[in-house]
């Protein structure tokens, strides 16, 4: 266990103590989370508050409102086959590659036709050696070529048909990017308008909000409602049940690109609104009005834009607009949201400023073991994001540590010793060590090992203390 925490050994953890679970990281490590969640619901381990960004944004929904099975077990998000789905390249980069590689193929037929020739030659010539008649191989190939390049051949269709399946597909992807753009604050030349970003977070986006669904819905055969009145109707059971076994509070961080700062929705509960909404720092009242939308009332119908905006990997999928309300503090005004890697420091301050005294940290990146233990560089576009995300990740989660050393919360850190699927690797990725494709099931269980192994066994049950019936 990577107990990097700020107290000394004479304050150890304590279940008497306020105490947050924070979920970070992006993609796969959705799955890492579902297994520590496992554990610690079935050690009985208290959570008062569960903060989140990216994909930690999943499980910290369904911890809040007692539904974190939802993740793990058989109907759970992560067993689903729908998640080897998530983060798909786009319709139109996708068009436009199949396109190309088309129309590379048939610029290449000529060449494949001259090539024929090298494979027909030595086999007439060695079928004649041996006294077997070839069977005119030769002049049938030779008939064949001059067809081909007849005037009225390849040299006159070929280059017509690669400019026509080039047009139409360009013409076609251009006027998608380009319709799409229009909904959005873009400006620039109308080649910078029509790029959009290689991934989509849409399909991560509507299996969060259907699997809640599921939850909220309970057995009744209802309708998937829009997804601002399935915010309301969260936010409306959680703000209900807060005290209640099982429920606990939320805080959710996304990042607006266009303010250059951090948004901050969380519902807490009622006496605690008060510290959530004038936070005891340097920023003055207006600057928390731009930062903070709280759950708990008009802000619930933005959760939505936390959740959209928390799933968005930045650069790497397009950011999600947000449309804030005429009569707050941004007028109306029209912003984009995506994760920041990075937020997690904001989401440890958050949770200081609620009087958290303990912090049970959860990340997919493990450290680095040392020297010569390089992993092979991945080629594959997906595999180069994740390689990046995972490596910030790593570097944020110990900078983050090493910062509130000399004061509070404490922190206490679960994290793999080695993770062989990357953050986008949601189709089993081949592992170089093992020589094998490990699953986001290996994942989870791996996760849930990790959280006894580092945290349950070695600090709750040397606490001594007995563990509350408010059990994640």
């Known amino acids: 266990m990577s107990d990097r925490g700020s107290a000394t050994p004479s304050d150890p953890y304590s279940p008497q103590r306020r105490t947050a679970l924070v979920l970070t990281g992006t993609g796969t490590a959705g799955a890492y989370h579902a297994g520590v969640l496992r554990a610690l619901h079935e050690a009985g381990v208290k959570i008062d508050i569960v903060g989140a960004h990216g994909v930690g944004v999943i499980g910290a929904l369904f911890a809040a409102v007692d539904g974190a099975h939802r993740l793990w077990d058989e109907r759970g998000i992560w067993r689903s086959s729908a998640v080897r789905g998530w983060y798909p390249w786009r319709p139109t980069l996708r068009l436009l590659i199949w396109t190309l590689a088309v129309s590379v193929a048939l610029v290449a037929l000529p060449l494949v036709a001259m090539a024929a020739g090298l494979i027909v030659f030595p086999i007439d010539f060695v079928l004649k050696m041996v006294g077997l008649s070839g069977g005119g191989l030769t002049s049938w190939y030779l008939r064949i070529a001059e067809a081909a390049f007849s005037p009225t051949g390849l040299p006159t269709w070929l280059p017509r048909l690669v400019v026509l399946v080039l047009g139409a597909a360009g013409l076609a992807a251009a006027i998608t990017a380009y319709w799409e753009s229009l909904s ?49 109707r969260y936010a409306e059971l959680l703000a209900d049940n807060l005290g209640q076994p099982g429920f606990r509070e939320l805080l959710i961080v996304a990042h607006d690109v266009d303010a250059g700062r951090d948004l901050v929705f969380a519902l807490v509960h009622e006496g605690r609104r008060r510290d959530l909404l004038r936070r005891a720092r340097s920023e003055d009242a207006e600057a928390r009005r731009a930062a903070v939308l709280d759950l708990a009332g008009i802000g619930r119908d933005h959760l939505p834009d936390a959740v959209a905006g928390a799933l968005t990997v930045p650069l790497a999928s397009s950011f999600h607009a947000i449309h804030f309300s005429p009569d707050g503090y941004w007028r109306g005004e029209r912003h984009r949201l995506a994760d920041r890697p990075s937020a997690l420091g904001r989401v440890v301050a958050e949770l200081s400023d609620l009087h958290v005294e303990q912090i049970v940290l959860v990340s997919s990146a493990p450290e680095s073991p040392g020297p010569h233990t390089l992993a092979a560089v991945r080629l594959d576009g997906r595999g180069r994001i994740g390689e990046y995300l995972r490596s910030t990740e790593a570097a944020i989660v110990h900078d983050v540590v090493a910062q509130v050393r000399n004061g509070e919360p404490r922190i206490y850190v679960i994290q793999p010793e080695y993770n062989p699927i990357g953050p986008l690797d949601f189709a089993d990725a081949f592992d170089d060590r093992s020589a094998r494709r490990p699953s986001l099931t290996e994942l989870m269980s791996r996760g849930y090992e990790d959280a006894y192994r580092q945290f349950i066994e070695p600090v709750v049950g040397a606490s001594g203390d007995r563990v509350g019936q408010s059990a994640l």
Do not use: H, M, N, S
């Open 184 to 232: 959005g604050r873009r400006r620039g030349r109308f080649w910078w308008r029509i790029v959009q970003a290689p991934l989509t977070a849409e399909p991560a986006i509507a299996l969060c909000w259907a699997t809640l669904w599921e939850l909220i819905r309970g057995a009744t055969q209802l309708k998937e409602p829009a997804r601002i009145d399935l915010a309301r």
